[in-house]
Protein backbone atom coordinates (compact mmCIF):
# COMPACT_ATOMS: atom_id res chain seq x y z
CA UNK A 1 0.00 0.00 0.00
CA UNK A 2 1.52 3.45 -0.98
CA UNK A 3 2.26 5.72 1.71
CA UNK A 4 3.75 8.87 2.14
CA UNK A 5 4.83 10.47 5.20
CA UNK A 6 5.47 14.35 5.04
CA UNK A 7 7.88 16.07 8.03
CA UNK A 8 9.96 19.20 8.09
CA UNK A 9 7.56 21.99 8.74
CA UNK A 10 6.94 24.44 11.22
CA UNK A 11 6.74 28.36 12.17
CA UNK A 12 9.70 30.46 10.23
CA UNK A 13 10.04 33.98 10.04
CA UNK A 14 9.64 36.00 6.88
CA UNK A 15 12.99 35.64 4.79
CA UNK A 16 13.64 32.34 6.39
CA UNK A 17 14.42 29.01 5.16
CA UNK A 18 12.72 25.28 5.88
CA UNK A 19 13.48 21.80 4.56
CA UNK A 20 10.93 19.31 4.09
CA UNK A 21 11.02 15.60 3.38
CA UNK A 22 8.71 13.16 2.01
CA UNK A 23 9.09 9.17 2.56
CA UNK A 24 7.42 7.10 0.23
CA UNK A 25 6.52 3.46 1.14
CA UNK A 26 5.36 1.07 -0.57
CA UNK A 27 6.21 1.57 -4.22
CA UNK A 28 8.94 1.50 -6.21
CA UNK A 29 10.14 5.07 -5.36
CA UNK A 30 13.05 5.17 -7.57
CA UNK A 31 10.78 4.64 -10.61
CA UNK A 32 8.23 6.97 -10.51
CA UNK A 33 8.34 10.60 -10.91
CA UNK A 34 7.16 12.38 -7.10
CA UNK A 35 5.26 16.47 -6.80
CA UNK A 36 5.08 18.81 -4.02
CA UNK A 37 2.06 20.72 -3.49
CA UNK A 38 0.37 23.08 -1.39
CA UNK A 39 -2.89 24.30 -0.05
CA UNK A 40 -3.19 27.40 1.82
CA UNK A 41 -6.15 28.57 3.85
CA UNK A 42 -9.23 29.32 1.73
CA UNK A 43 -7.09 28.43 -1.72
CA UNK A 44 -7.12 25.76 -4.27
CA UNK A 45 -4.55 23.20 -3.65
CA UNK A 46 -1.42 24.59 -5.90
CA UNK A 47 1.79 22.90 -7.88
CA UNK A 48 4.60 23.34 -6.30
CA UNK A 49 7.63 21.32 -8.20
CA UNK A 50 8.28 17.99 -10.02
CA UNK A 51 11.09 15.98 -10.52
CA UNK A 52 11.52 13.00 -12.75
CA UNK A 53 12.80 9.33 -11.48
CA UNK A 54 16.52 9.79 -11.46
CA UNK A 55 16.14 13.69 -11.00
CA UNK A 56 16.97 14.60 -14.42
CA UNK A 57 13.77 17.16 -14.73
CA UNK A 58 12.36 19.48 -12.52
CA UNK A 59 9.60 21.65 -13.40
CA UNK A 60 8.78 24.40 -10.93
CA UNK A 61 5.15 26.76 -10.41
CA UNK A 62 5.83 29.79 -11.78
CA UNK A 63 5.89 31.74 -8.83
CA UNK A 64 7.70 29.40 -7.35
CA UNK A 65 11.14 29.08 -9.46
CA UNK A 66 14.46 30.56 -7.92
CA UNK A 67 13.50 30.37 -4.12
CA UNK A 68 12.20 26.37 -4.14
CA UNK A 69 14.41 23.84 -4.84
CA UNK A 70 13.00 19.98 -5.32
CA UNK A 71 15.31 17.17 -4.97
CA UNK A 72 15.17 13.60 -3.94
CA UNK A 73 17.19 10.55 -2.64
CA UNK A 74 16.45 7.13 -4.31
CA UNK A 75 18.28 5.27 -2.06
CA UNK A 76 16.41 6.62 1.54
CA UNK A 77 13.09 7.09 -0.43
CA UNK A 78 12.81 10.18 0.49
CA UNK A 79 11.83 13.32 -1.65
CA UNK A 80 12.98 16.86 -0.51
CA UNK A 81 11.79 20.56 -0.82
CA UNK A 82 14.06 22.93 -0.04
CA UNK A 83 12.37 26.36 0.38
CA UNK A 84 14.62 29.53 0.78
CA UNK A 85 13.61 33.37 0.91
CA UNK A 86 10.10 32.26 2.58
CA UNK A 87 6.90 35.05 2.09
CA UNK A 88 3.85 34.83 4.70
CA UNK A 89 2.26 33.89 0.74
CA UNK A 90 3.93 30.44 1.39
CA UNK A 91 2.00 29.57 4.21
CA UNK A 92 0.43 26.53 3.91
CA UNK A 93 -0.01 22.86 3.93
CA UNK A 94 2.78 21.32 1.86
CA UNK A 95 1.76 17.86 0.01
CA UNK A 96 4.07 14.95 -1.81
CA UNK A 97 2.42 13.09 -4.10
CA UNK A 98 3.82 10.05 -6.15
CA UNK A 99 3.00 10.05 -10.31
CA UNK A 100 0.71 7.32 -11.08
CA UNK A 101 -0.60 7.13 -7.86
CA UNK A 102 -3.83 8.53 -6.12
CA UNK A 103 -2.91 8.64 -2.55
CA UNK A 104 -1.63 11.56 -0.28
CA UNK A 105 0.22 12.30 2.47
CA UNK A 106 -1.55 13.72 5.45
CA UNK A 107 0.85 16.78 4.53
CA UNK A 108 3.65 19.29 6.86
CA UNK A 109 2.08 22.68 8.17
CA UNK A 110 4.29 25.53 7.21
CA UNK A 111 3.69 28.99 8.49
CA UNK A 112 5.38 31.71 7.44
CA UNK A 113 5.22 34.78 9.73
CA UNK A 114 6.73 37.36 11.96
Known amino acids: QVQLVESGGGLVQPGGSLRLACVGH????????MRWYRRAPGKEREFVAR????????DYGDSLKGRFIISRDNVMDTLYLQMNNLKPDDTAVYYC???????WGQGTQVTVSS
Open 97 to 103: KVDGYPQ
Open 26 to 33: GFDFSSYA
Open 51 to 58: ISPNGDFI
